[in-house]
Nanobody
Framework: QVQLVESGGGLVQAGGSLRLSCAAS????????MGWFRQAPGKEREFVAA????????NYADSVKGRFTISRDNAKSTVYLEMNSLRPEDTAVYYC???????????????????WGQGTQVTVSS
């Protein structure tokens, strides 16, 4: 069955770094664009970053541009989110998601994503 399993979350001080991983199984990973979203307590889920099937196209939320980097390894069926210069406002549950329908690019629309992971908690202390 389809699985997306996030890992790498944790507690970090402001200014620190974390690297999230999302291991995919049960579908042909290289045919899906991948995205990261996050949801803070009391807030709606928001887009963070996305990467196209081949890794050619990238898109980032303005709030993370220059600090976060999304990448993927199709041979390992894994997508990553490198997070640097973390801020307390980055505290959230981070989810990875897979999008089959968007071709030739990426989307920030959560309703375009077909599969979702269970999330990993990232907490940034001030």
């Amino acid at each position: 069955q389809v699985q997306l399993v996030e890992s790498g979350g944790g507690l970090v001080q402001a200014g620190g770094s974390l690297r999230l991983s999302c291991a995919a199984s049960g579908f042909t990973f290289s045919t899906y664009a991948m995205g990261w979203f996050r949801q803070a307590p009391g807030k709606e889920r928001e887009f963070v970053a996305a990467i196209s099937r081949s890794g050619t196209y990238l898109n980032y939320a303005d709030s993370v541009k220059g600090r976060f980097t999304i990448s993927r390894d199709n041979a390992k069926s894994t997508v990553y989110l490198e997070m640097n210069s973390l801020r307390p406002e980055d505290t959230a549950v981070y989810y990875c998601a897979a999008d089959f329908r968007t071709t030739g690019g990426v989307t920030s629309r959560s309703d375009r994503y077909d599969f979702w992971g269970q999330g990993t908690q990232v907490t940034v202390s001030s």
